[in-house]
C-alpha cells in the first residue's frame, strides 16, 4: 500500500512521481497504466511521433520510448532488490538512452508492443512479491530504494510524462 511507504525508502527527488501514483495497490496502478498508456498510443496521429515542442527537446516517440527504458531500468532494480541483493547499482543517463533508443523507426504499433512486453513483465514480478521482498532497501544512483518503492515510481513516472505530452505535445 502507497500509504505504508516510508521516506527511507527513496530518494526525495522520486517524491514527485510516487505522488502521482493513483492506486493504492502496485499492481492494480500497474495494470491501470498499462490500459491507459495503449488507449493514449493508439489514438495518437502517426506524425505526431516526430513532433518535438521545442528544439533540442524529445520527439513524442522518443518520450514514449524513454517511458519503456526506464521501466526496464527500475523493474530489473526492483528484482535485484526484492532478491535482496544490496550490491550498489549505478544510475543511468536518460541523456545518452533517448537518442540511441531508435525511436524514429518505430511505429505506433512497435512502441505499443514494446511497451506491453515490458509492462506485462513488471505485473507478472510485482505479481509474485512478498511483503518482505517489497520492503528490502537496496542501493540505486547512491540513495536507498526499495522495490515497493519502484512499483510506485513505474506508475507516477509514466502518468507524470502522459501529462507533459498533453500539455506539450498535443
Do not use: C
Request: proline share 4%; aromatic share 12%.
Amino acid at each position: 500500500m502507497i500509504s505504508q511507504l516510508r521516506k527511507e525508502e527513496y530518494h526525495p527527488y522520486y517524491g514527485a512521481y510516487i505522488a502521482k501514483a493513483e492506486f493504492p495497490d502496485i499492481v492494480e496502478g500497474l495494470k491501470a497504466g498499462k490500459t491507459e498508456f495503449i488507449d493514449f498510443v493508439s489514438v495518437l496521429p502517426d506524425e505526431k511521433l516526430a513532433f518535438a515542442y521545442a528544439e533540442e527537446k524529445w520527439t513524442l516517440a522518443e518520450v514514449l520510448l524513454h517511458l519503456i527504458d526506464s521501466e526496464r531500468i527500475f523493474a530489473y532494480r526492483a528484482l535485484r532488490f526484492a532478491r535482496k541483493d544490496n550490491t550498489p547499482l549505478a544510475g543511468f543517463d536518460q541523456d545518452v538512452y533517448v537518442p540511441n533508443s531508435n525511436a524514429k523507426h518505430m511505429t505506433k504499433n512497435d512502441i505499443i508492443e514494446d511497451y506491453e512486453a515490458v509492462r506485462n513483465s513488471s505485473i507478472a514480478m510485482y505479481k509474485n512479491f512478498t511483503k518482505e521482498m517489497l520492503q528490502f532497501i537496496g542501493t540505486a544512483s547512491d540513495s536507498p530504494m526499495s522495490a515497493r518503492a519502484l512499483g510506485y515510481i513505474l506508475a507516477g513516472h509514466q502518468r507524470h510524462h502522459l501529462e507533459v505530452i498533453n500539455e506539450k505535445y498535443l
